[in-house]
């Protein structure tokens, strides 16, 4: 159990252009939603906090209107970057947690490779 | 601000070493978790600690919570090259659903 997929795994895209990648939990209902990004060899840096059917929580420093973060159900989350630029390329990935856990575990997608040219 | 440090952040050893991770903090956590990353996918929970002084040993990886709940190591023993990738120790603040915090990472390279 607890897996969560994402899409598309590799994106490339024009400077200027927006992108969206979408998170879902298959087998359990993903109360909260995180969605990180991480450079090569670093750790996780936390973008923002979804809870369904609330307003996302961002982290100091990001920017909430370039990152559009979207929870409408308990399996879906969406990270959309607008008007992305080369310093947006990045490893993206989401991560889920369901109330019905004991510990607050997360399980991860396998990660979003966007490429910005 | 809770903070977790994670040592080392490179290790490269021969297959068949030993060896140990650590993650610090002056903060207590409610639970801590370990995650493993191989390079292009996302990480994967290999196990979560939340008593102090709790001691897990799936197969040949040795995981420990310290006492006052503030600290854990991750022991592997006759690493092997398919223990090769980046290791993440992650505490969880106690809140239902919260936000975990993340340890720097450990880079690890087992050569054969």
């Known amino acids: 159990g607890a897996v969560v997929s994402q899409h598309p795994s590799r994106v490339i895209c024009k400077s200027g252009t927006s992108v969206k990648i979408e998170c879902r939990s298959l087998d359990f209902q993903a109360t909260t939603m995180f969605w990180y990004r991480q450079f090569p060899k670093q750790s996780l840096m936390l973008m923002a906090t979804s809870n369904e059917g609330s307003k996302a929580t961002y982290e100091q420093g990001v920017e909430k209107d370039k990152f559009l973060i979207n929870h409408a159900s308990l399996t879906l989350s969406t990270l959309t970057v607008t008007s992305a630029h080369p310093e947006d390329s990045s490893f993206y990935i989401c991560?889920?947690?369901?109330?019905?856990?004991?510990?607050?575990?997360?399980?991860f997608g396998p990660g979003t490779r966007l490429t910005v040219l | 601000t809770q903070l977790l440090e994670q040592s080392p952040q490179f290790l490269s050893i021969q297959e068949g070493e030993n060896l140990t991770v650590y993650c610090n903090s002056s903060?207590?956590?409610?639970?801590l978790q370990w995650y493993r990353q191989e390079p292009g996918e996302g990480p994967v929970l290999l196990v979560t600690?939340?008593?102090?002084?709790e001691v897990k040993k799936p197969k040949r990886l040795t995981f420990q919570f310290g006492d006052a709940r503030k600290d854990s190591s991750l022991h592997i023993t006759a690493a092997q090259p398919g223990d090769t990738g980046l290791y993440l120790c992650?505490?969880?603040?106690?809140?239902?659903?919260?936000?975990?915090?993340f340890g720097q990472g450990t880079e690890l390279s087992v050569k054969p």
């Open positions: 600690v939340v008593t102090g002084g």
């Open positions: 992650a505490g969880d603040g106690g809140v239902q659903g919260g936000k975990l915090i």
């Open positions: 991560s889920a947690w369901g109330f019905e856990r004991q510990y607050n575990e997360q399980f």
């Open positions: 903060s207590v956590f409610s639970s």
